[in-house]
């Protein structure tokens, strides 16, 4: 059985203040699901902030991203090792807001998530179409692409050791969202393409979808057979709508 995963991406949210109530509210909820792992990703800044309130706490922690450099002139990168000695278990790849706006290729993706896994954390490797090429009929041929080039090189330990996350452009933050049966047709798309590079790895990888799930979608698309848990955005910024979503799951 696989893992369930719900992992929330703060994004560019979270003051240390904002950090505190938020964490502690969810602490306070007392969700332990044995099934489920849950993962907050609040921004660089409050990750020791937030380390020291989920220490006795089931919540794993996550970063939004992460150089391919050990250390350098890479002005505000962030390295590997400081995210783990931040607290760091997961780490966000290949967002589609860092491919759009850092134009960051799955080549750069692929180098990242081989570093992550190299160094001990486990990689949320993000895929994903645009409307324009799902109006196209592009979907298969994108994704597809995508996770060639994510996985290139990829062992297959390395493929069970990863969390893949599919995020749909156009569901991203605009209140749109794929269908139960659409996102499922992708997923399983996704882990066929996986069984391509290995079967055993395929079946084990956990797949989570990401494109405004909200705790009044999260029950239909959390038990369709290949989606796996949820990469959760404005919805992780309220405690009760992450709370939902986690009882989904």
């Known amino acids: 059985m696989r893992q369930k995963i719900v992992a929330g991406n703060w994004k ?4 240390p203040r904002e950090t505190e109530a938020l964490l502690k509210a969810l602490v306070a909820a007392g969700r332990t699901p044995e099934n489920c792992a849950m993962v907050v990703c609040p921004p660089y800044l409050v990750l020791h902030l937030a380390d020291e309130i989920l220490k006795d706490s089931p919540i794993m922690l996550g970063a ?13 990168e962030v390295s590997a090792e400081m995210l783990l000695t931040a607290g760091a ?5 290949g967002h589609s807001e860092r491919r759009q706006y850092h134009a960051e290729s799955d080549q750069l993706v692929n180098a990242k998530a081989k570093k992550a896994l190299a160094d001990g954390l486990i990689p949320i490797i993000c895929v994903g179409e645009t409307l324009e090429e799902r109006e196209a009929d592009r979907t298969e041929e994108v994704v597809g692409s ?5 996985l290139a090189g990829f062992a297959p330990d390395m493929i ?3 969390v893949i996350a599919y995020e749909p452009v156009w569901a991203i933050g605009t209140g749109k969202t794929a269908t139960p049966e659409m996102a499922q047709a992708v997923h399983r798309f996704i882990r066929n393409r996986v069984a391509d590079l290995n079967q055993e790895a395929a079946e084990t990888v956990p797949i989570l979808y990401g494109g405004s799930v909200k705790p009044d979608n999260a029950d239909g698309l959390l038990s369709q057979p ?6 959760v955005g404005g919805a992780a910024l309220k405690a009760d709508d992450f709370v939902a979503i986690i ?3």
């Open 89 to 93: 278990s997961y780490v966000i790849l």
């Open 12 to 15: 560019m949210n979270g003051t």
């Open 64 to 76: 939004q991203d992460m150089s391919v450099h050990d250390r350098g002139a890479y002005t505000a």
């Open 160 to 162: 069970a050791r990863s």
């Open 226 to 231: 290949d989606i796996d848990g949820a990469l």
């Open 146 to 150: 995508q996770i060639g080039g994510v």
């Open 247 to 249: 009882d989904a799951a």
